[in-house]
C-alpha cells in the first residue's frame, strides 16, 4: 500500500513550522511589528509579498528584530534597507545571503525568486518589525517559516 505525505508535512521537515500573517498597509515613515517571537527560534525563510501596488513615493524596506527582556537588548538589522518604490502586485521580497544583507526584490512581479536566508538565522525572543523610510501608499503580506531552537517557542503574527 502507497503511502503519500501531505505537502504541508513536507513543507514542514524541510523548513520548520510557518506562520501566515494577514495583507496590511506599510508603516508611514515607521517601523510595524510584523511577527511576534515566544523563545529563541531559526529563520529558515521570511517573504514578503506585495499585495496591493506600492505608490511612486520613493521608499526603501528594512526588516529587523527587537529583542524583548532588560539589559542592554536593541533592535538588529535582518535585512538592510532597500528601495521598493512602485512594487506591483505579487511582487516578493526576501532576506539576503547574509544577516543585514539588503532585501531581495523580485525582478517582476510573479516571478520566481531564490529564497535565500543564511544557515542558522538565529532570531530571540522578541519582535520582528520592519520599517519604511517614507509615507507611501501599498500593502504586503508576509510569511515566515521557523524551526524552534528553545523548547516551546513559538511565533504568531503580530
Do not use: C, E
Not at 15 to 44: D, E, Y
Not at 113 to 123: E, K, N, R, W
Not at 131 to 139: E, F, L, M, N, V
Request: net charge neutral; charged share 5%.
Amino acid at each position: 500500500m502507497t503511502t503519500l505525505i501531505a505537502p504541508s508535512s513536507v513543507r514542514q521537515i524541510a523548513l520548520g513550522n510557518v506562520v501566515h500573517r494577514a495583507a496590511a498597509l506599510l508603516p508611514q515613515t515607521a517601523t510595524q511589528n510584523i511577527f511576534t517571537v515566544s523563545g529563541g527560534i531559526i529563520v529558515t525563510s521570511l517573504t514578503g509579498r506585495v499585495t496591493v501596488v506600492l505608490g511612486a513615493t520613493v521608499t526603501t524596506l528594512s526588516v529587523g528584530v527587537t529583542p524583548s527582556g532588560g539589559g542592554s537588548a536593541q533592535n538588529a538589522g535582518l535585512a538592510s534597507a532597500t528601495a521598493i518604490t512602485s512594487a506591483a502586485v505579487n511582487t516578493v521580497v526576501s532576506l539576503g545571503a547574509t544577516v543585514g544583507a539588503a532585501l531581495v526584490v523580485g525582478a517582476a512581479a510573479g516571478t520566481p525568486q531564490v529564497i535565500t536566508t543564511p544557515a542558522g538565522l538565529y532570531v530571540p525572543a522578541g519582535t520582528i518589525t520592519i520599517t519604511t523610510s517614507a509615507s507611501d501608499t501599498g500593502s504586503m503580506k508576509w510569511d515566515m517559516t521557523y524551526v524552534p531552537f528553545d523548547d516551546g517557542a513559538t511565533v504568531v503574527a503580530a
